[in-house]
Nanobody, 127 residues
Framework: QLQLVESGGGLVQPGGSLRLSCAAS????????IGWFRQAPGKEREGVSC????????YYADSVKGRFTISRDNAKNTVYLQMNSLKPEDTAVYYC????????????????????WGQGTQVTVSS
């Protein structure tokens, strides 16, 4: 069974940090571009960051540039999202997704339809 499982969410104060993990089972992430998406209540889904399968190219939404970093460890079949300087507006359910052939990582994040989705992990930024 092909699965993506997110972990690492939780409650953090403004200015704090969290690292989300996305672990794959049943398939190898090496050949997939991976993206992190988020959805807050009453808002549309937003592509936060995506990373390619091949050359390591990345895309970040303007709202997280300079604060979030996406990385992948193919040996562990896992992708990470390091989130620093968190703000209350970062509060959302965060999902990871895998796409076997996006045109670009930006396309994947902005308007893509990934092949696989995780179940999501809640991130709450509040004092």
């Amino acid at each position: 069974q092909l699965q993506l499982v997110e972990s690492g969410g939780g409650l953090v104060q403004p200015g704090g940090s969290l690292r989300l993990s996305c672990a794959a089972s049943g398939f190898t992430l090496d050949y997939y571009a991976i993206g992190w998406f988020r959805q807050a209540p009453g808002k549309e889904r937003e592509g936060v960051s995506c990373i390619s399968s091949s050359d390591g190219s990345t895309y970040y939404a303007d709202s997280v540039k300079g604060r979030f970093t996406i990385s992948r460890d193919n040996a562990k079949n896992t992708v990470y999202l390091q989130m620093n300087s968190l703000k209350p507006e970062d509060t959302a359910v965060y999902y990871c997704a895998a796409d076997s052939a996006p045109p670009t990582v930006q396309a994947m994040c902005v308007m893509g339809f990934p092949d696989y989705w995780g179940q999501g992990t809640q991130v709450t930024v509040s004092s």
